[in-house]
């Protein structure tokens, strides 16, 4: 179990002895507790995502370095072969691959740049989340205190209630 679904165990389980006029408060941290982990989770997506989408680029940046050598070596040839025209025409094939190559290079690297930005808001979202937890943490000791402490005021009044009946 990862360390925001325990927190959000521990505030569902925490809650069970507060009063009835602080459930309401209780149910809306219960809520931004399963938001932090479904941030998380979407998180956890986007990263490996981005992962997969590194391994792709430098794939792709390895395919152009073999198409660039064997291209140099296949105009070479050819061009000692065929004669200049051979030459010319695998020259323009090589650009157009080329020039493809670079847009799916940018592409790549676009959507590379978008999941990272969508990581940074997931990240600053998951911070959100972590201190509003920690804020209904705090929300919820104080008002199991406060109902301590009614207890206690409730207690007296039964006890000094009984003392003045006798």
Same mark, same amino acid.
């Given at each position: ?43 956890? +997506? ?29 105009? @070479?040839?050819?061009?000692?072969? @065929? ?34 930005? +969508? ?28 109902? +301590? @402490?009614?207890w206690?005021?409730?207690a ?5 209630q ?5």
């Amino acid at each position: 179990m990862s360390t925001t679904n325990l927190a959000a165990t521990e505030l569902t389980e925490d809650s069970g002895g507060a009063s009835t006029c602080g459930r309401a408060p209780l149910q809306e941290e219960r809520w931004y507790a399963q938001g932090l982990a479904s941030a998380a989770v979407e998180l956890k +997506a986007l990263s490996e995502e981005v992962a997969k989408l590194m391994k792709h680029n430098e794939k792709l940046v390895g395919e152009l370095e073999v198409q660039k050598n064997s291209a140099t070596q296949r105009r @070479n040839t050819i061009a000692n072969r @065929n004669g200049r025209r051979d030459g010319h025409v695998k020259r323009h094939e090589q650009s157009v691959l080329a020039s493809v190559m670079k847009r799916e290079m940018a592409l790549s690297c676009e959507k590379e740049l978008s999941y990272e930005a +969508a990581l940074v808001e997931k990240d600053k979202r998951e911070a959100d989340l972590q201190r509003k937890v920690e804020e209904s943490k705090q929300r919820e000791a104080y008002l199991e205190n406060e109902l +301590a @402490n009614m207890w206690v005021l409730v207690a007296k009044l039964k006890k000094s209630q009984g003392v003045e009946k006798d």
